[in-house]
Nanobody, 126 residues
Framework: QVQLQESGPGLVKPSQTLSLTCTVS??????????WSWIRQPPGKGLEWMGTITYSGSSYYSPSLKSRTSISRDTSKNQFTLQLTSVTPEDTAVYYCARSQFLIVKITSRTAFGSWGQGTQVTVSS
């Protein structure tokens, strides 16, 4: 069974770049038809899709975050990474990585993603 684990700093200062890594075990990120996403949930709000990198290395981003978001991967380490630039306190959230078998750009149910990381709290504050 595929398992995902997020890692990265829990506190980021405003205007800095947030960088998180998702380490995948139990399966390869290059497995055919595997889509690897970053999702966040701000306090008191719903789940927000941020972006996806596919098994072939293509990437897709939320239009509202596209100018600040980059997702890359390291196939040798079986990891994919999120970078979010110019963060503000509004970027404070629990950040999740997740796997699906097709591209999901609007999250209506957590079950659409077959596997989730446990989530990591990121706070943007000076």
């Amino acid at each position: 069974q595929v398992q995902l684990q997020e890692s990265g700093p829990g506190l980021v200062k405003p205007s800095q770049t947030l960088s998180l890594t998702c380490t995948v075990s139990g399966g390869s990120i290059t497995t055919n038809s595997a889509y690897w996403s970053w999702i966040r949930q701000p306090p008191g709000k719903g789940l927000e899709w941020m972006g996806t990198i596919t098994y072939s290395g293509s990437s897709y981003y939320s239009p509202s975050l596209k100018s600040r978001t980059s997702i890359s991967r390291d196939t040798s380490k079986n990891q994919f990474t999120l970078q979010l630039t110019s963060v503000t306190p509004e970027d404070t959230a629990v950040y999740y990585c997740a796997r699906s078998q097709f591209l999901i750009v609007k999250i209506t149910s957590r079950t659409a993603f077959g596997s989730w990381g446990q989530g990591t709290q990121v706070t943007v504050s000076s």
